[in-house]
């Protein structure tokens, strides 16, 4: 008597790209047609979010849109007239080469970098899970055209005996 094979073992078997006997790959059919394979990775990922990857997705948001810029050019544009023009003569914050400014725009950029690349590497992670997803949803589909085209098939061949049969019956029903 044959060992029925696991869901496990079925699933190692596709994965490894082994050829599965046609038992395992009825087995294989009925497990992914019963059960929902698809996930929605936004929901599942959202779910798991923490503060700080909230966080991270919104500057990244923000610091990666044309308002941000616009307004962070208007602020570089202004702080350069303002210091280096209107408060020439006078007192200036940050008197040209402007080191505060420099000072301040490396600290932004050190900061702001790691979120950033903290965001994209959930993002990625995102994207990774969506692959998966997409293999499942590709394979239960290629396997259930797969028993489509089988029972195609089979309907076919029954369907030429059966109009074998039919026409053996006519001729001999011409004969008599």
Avoid at 2 to 8: A, D, L, M, W
Avoid at 39 to 51: G, H, L, N, R
Avoid at 108 to 127: L, T, V, Y
Wanted: glycine share 2%.
């Amino acid at each position: 008597m044959e060992k029925k094979k696991t869901k496990k073992e079925i699933v190692r078997m596709l994965l490894s790209n082994n050829e599965l006997d046609e038992k395992d790959e009825e087995e294989l059919l009925d497990l992914l047609i019963d059960q929902p394979i698809s996930i929605d990775v936004d929901k599942q990922e959202e779910a798991k979010m923490s503060f700080g990857d909230k966080v991270a997705d919104k500057v990244s948001e923000v610091a990666g849109s044309w308002t941000f810029i616009g307004l962070f050019i208007s602020f570089l544009i202004a702080w350069t007239i303002i210091n280096g023009v209107v408060l020439k003569n006078a007192n200036p914050i940050d008197p040209y080469p402007f080191i505060l400014l420099n000072l301040v725009l490396s600290c932004i950029a050190a900061i702001q970098a790691p979120i950033i690349m903290m965001s994209q590497n959930r993002q990625a992670e995102k994207d990774s899970l969506r692959n998966q997803n997409d293999y499942r949803t590709d394979l239960k589909s290629e396997l259930i055209l797969e028993e489509l085209h089988d029972k195609m098939e089979l309907i076919l061949k029954n369907q030429k005996k059966i109009l074998k049969a039919l026409k053996e019956e006519d001729e001999a029903n011409e004969k008599n």
